[in-house]
């Protein structure tokens, strides 16, 4: 069986708050842990409504707190967002709270539109070409590297597990160089995972981190005792794709019947393009599509996400997805 993990976007629902959301994580994480989950990871965006995983070291803190077993990491850093000092103590402090469990998932992204780097007073643009360096920066706060002029406490010594995320090709070439595993974001970019993939391990130069290549691949997964009431769950998250793409993001809404059948032609072309990655259905239609995907691009673990908007359909959700891979 492939290793299964959770991405969480801390989703806020309609008519929840702030704090409602955060609450509802460690219960997300809480039931990963007990189905079998290798990792629950949550994501940095900014300035979204429907996404309270904002600050997302304080989010995992806040989970590790409530969990035992399960790794929790990043999924990820957008680390131009970010001074790689700042994010080595805060990973570093993660490791210490809960050692052994911490992983780091690194991003060139922003995590937003161009105005976050206004409100960070900072050119993400320029920050964005130091990516590469800031990673290896990065590495060598954590193994304490003497050469640095000042070691990150905490920081220093961490056993986090560092990973590059990518949804494009750059990704990928720069983990294989950096020999670090690599996440590929085909939930949301599914057009290049088989190349990007090939590109990761041809490229691959094996490191006192990693000896051989390790992908990871994103679905979005939505499992439920029927094709019919998954399509109908899922519309919670197309409704966001939508909303999103209108620029009008906002809290997840409630499912809506017969969704899809609504759209006009360039709206569910756009669905569709992002069903290249996604396993929606029953247990069996969901092991079917997962299995596919994984049997096409050759990944070595799965990360599942998926807006549901009844927190009790989500937490099924994910149990019948792993009894479903079992």
Known sequence: MIPLSVLDLVSVREGWSLGQALAEAPRVAR?????????????????????????????????????????????????????????????????????????????????????????LHKDIAQAS??????????????????????????????????WVLGSSLFGASLAARLGLPHAFASHFSPEQVDAALRLYREGFQPSARLAKPHAMVGMTVICAETDEEARFLASSQEQGFIALRNGTPGKMKPPIAGFRESLPPHLLAGLDHRRAASAIGSPETVRRAITAFVERTGADEVIVTGAVHDPEAHHRSLMLTMDALA
């Open 129 to 162: 070409q130091y990516f590469p360096q800031d990673v290896v920066e990065l590495a060598a706060l954590f193994d304490g590297d003497p050469r640095l002029p000042l070691q990150a406490t905490p920081g220093q010594g961490a056993a986090v597990e560092m």
């Open 31 to 119: 039931v990963a842990e007990e189905a079998g989950y290798r990792r629950y990871w949550v994501a940095e965006h900014h300035g979204m409504p429907g996404i309270a995983g904002a600050a997302t070291s304080v989010v995992l803190a806040h989970v590790g707190n409530a969990t035992s077993r399960i790794r929790l990491g990043a999924g990820g850093i957008m680390l131009p967002n970010h001074n790689p000092f700042v994010i080595a103590e805060q990973f570093g402090a993660l490791d210490a709270l809960f050692p052994g469990r911490i992983d780091l998932g690194l991003g060139r992204a922003p995590g937003a539109d161009a105005r976050v780097a206004q409100m």
